[in-house]
């Protein structure tokens, strides 16, 4: 099998490019949230929901990028249970949001 080449992206550490993409997924529920709960508009957010629906592939990229020096075991396990934390209370705030009507 041929090995997928990403020489297009800059190697960038993954321990800086984790803690970005959690941020960026905290910072997606919080938006999610504050709509839901109407603090502001889906009008008022509408490109900064759209501008990280963007980002998190370009996230994912940088992620998987085998150019970048990899985490070590215990590192790996953490940053694991992080973006599983994230997710998990990304869906648990999405659902509830839709169950109340206003996403």
């Not at 992206?9 to 529920?29: D, Q």
């Not at 504050?34 to 509408?46: D, L, M, P, Q, R």
């Amino acid at each position: 099998m041929s090995e997928v080449n990403l020489s297009l992206i800059p190697p960038v550490n993954k321990k800086t490019v984790i803690t970005c993409f959690i941020a960026v997924g905290w910072s997606y529920i919080a938006l999610i949230a504050a709509t839901a709960i109407g603090i502001v508009s889906y009008n008022e957010v509408k490109y900064l929901f759209w501008g990280i629906s963007i980002s998190l592939p370009i996230w994912v990229l940088l992620i998987a990028n085998p150019n970048t020096r990899n985490l070590n075991e215990r590192e790996e396990k953490r940053a694991i249970k992080e973006m599983g934390i994230t997710f998990a209370i990304f869906v648990i705030v999405a659902i509830a949001a839709m169950l109340q009507g206003n996403i």
